[in-house]
């Protein structure tokens, strides 16, 4: 069984920054691709970016790509979020997900799933 903990969230002004985190334990990330995915109040929760197994592949949502940074390091068993010119649009709870595969899943199937971490973006 893989645990997934996110951190790194918080209260930020928009045009400011946040680096989320998530730790797996029970399986290295080396074994995962990983993704962030988010839900804003009252919405579904969304895809926001995926990395695969061995890090080398990434995708993001349109929303926001140039902005987000997706990365992995399997020696710390982590992968994280560099946000970057954040504004009240990307006010959500920020999930971190997993599965044993080797390319980026981009849809809300991964075997594993964190309890999320608060971002808010005051505007």
């Known amino acids: 069984q893989v645990q997934l903990v996110e951190s790194g969230g918080g209260l930020v002004q928009t045009g400011g920054s946040l680096r989320l985190s998530c730790a797996a334990s029970g399986r290295t990330v080396s074994n995962l691709a990983m993704a962030w995915f988010r839900q804003a109040p009252g919405k579904e929760r969304e895809f926001v970016s995926a990395?695969?197994?061995?890090?080398?592949?990434?995708s993001y949502a349109d929303s926001v790509k140039g902005r987000f940074t997706i990365s992995k390091d399997n020696a710390k068993s982590s992968a994280y979020l560099q946000m970057n010119s954040l504004g009240p649009e990307d006010t959500a709870v920020y999930y971190c997900a997993a599965s044993p595969r080797t390319r980026p899943l981009t849809t809300d199937d991964h075997d594993y799933w964190g309890q999320g971490t608060q971002v808010t973006v005051a505007s």
């Open positions: 990395i695969s197994l061995n890090g080398r592949m990434t």
